[in-house]
């Protein structure tokens, strides 16, 4: 019996030693693969209807592969090897992407181009930057807890007022990074008045000790002194 026309396939974890025969099945539209043991995807190439791919808890590092699936909008790779992910930059359809559990260091430009993604999974990897300086200007990022896993939510409908950091994954974002910065400022500004304020009480009560002819010791005129000479910038 033939496949051709086959469209969805669910063979999970399953030790598969070849996946070949797989890449004839190009009407798949949703495909699940996860728990096989697969090492690369030259099998994946040709299914380019693919819509829904999960290929999960596999030993996979490279995905140069998935670069032609670009009818994905289902994607799945938590639970593998990956580091990097630029081969993910063609696939503009995405909405939903799953890339915790992985060794990924950084999340770059890449992802700005994927206008319609709404979910970004990405706990528990290296990551110590995200950029998403084009998509933050008409993206909503807000950092979620389910069941104890944390995602990035994307909502198209609210516009943005800063980047939230990703705490799992000890983000440095910019936004905060300004923040602190500011609260840092307000607070030397704060205490630069409180200072002043407090010499100018004391310079006050010395001039009128002295004009009531009241007599200090030397090292009370010094201590004086020598705090009217330290400056506060």
């Not at 770059?108 to 084009?134: C, G, P």
């Not at 933050?136 to 944390?150: A, E, L, M, P, S």
């Not at 009241?214 to 201590?223: G, P």
Request: hydrophobic content about 35%; glycine content about 2%; some cysteine.
């Amino acid at each position: 019996m033939s496949l051709t026309y086959l469209e969805v396939l669910e063979i999970s974890f399953n030790l598969l030693k070849n996946v070949d025969s797989i890449g004839q099945l190009t009407n798949l539209k949703e495909l699940d693969m996860s728990g096989c043991g697969l090492r690369q995807l030259s099998a994946l190439k040709s299914l380019i209807n693919l819509q829904t791919l999960d290929l999960s808890q596999n030993y996979i590092n490279n995905i140069n592969e998935l670069q032609y699936l670009k009818s994905l909008t289902h994607l799945k790779l938590n639970n593998c090897n990956i580091v990097s992910i630029c081969a993910l930059r063609p696939l503009l359809k995405l909405e939903e992407l799953d890339l915790s559990f992985n060794n990924i260091v950084y999340l770059d430009a890449n992802i700005n181009e994927m206008t319609k993604l709404r979910f970004l999974k990405v706990q528990r990897n290296q990551i110590n930057y995200i950029y998403f300086a084009s998509l933050v200007q008409h993206q909503y990022y807000k950092n979620i807890d389910q069941n104890g896993k944390r995602c990035y939510k994307i909502n198209h409908q609210t516009t943005p007022t800063s980047k939230q950091r990703r705490t799992a994954n000890k983000l440095r974002l910019i936004e905060s990074q300004n923040l602190q910065l500011k609260e840092i400022q307000n607070q030397h500004k704060s205490l630069k008045t409180t200072i002043n304020s407090f010499k100018n009480e004391i310079n006050a009560t010395f001039n009128n000790a002295r004009q009531s002819q009241i007599q200090f010791t030397s090292s009370v005129i010094r201590l004086f002194q020598y705090f009217n000479q330290v400056g506060f910038e």
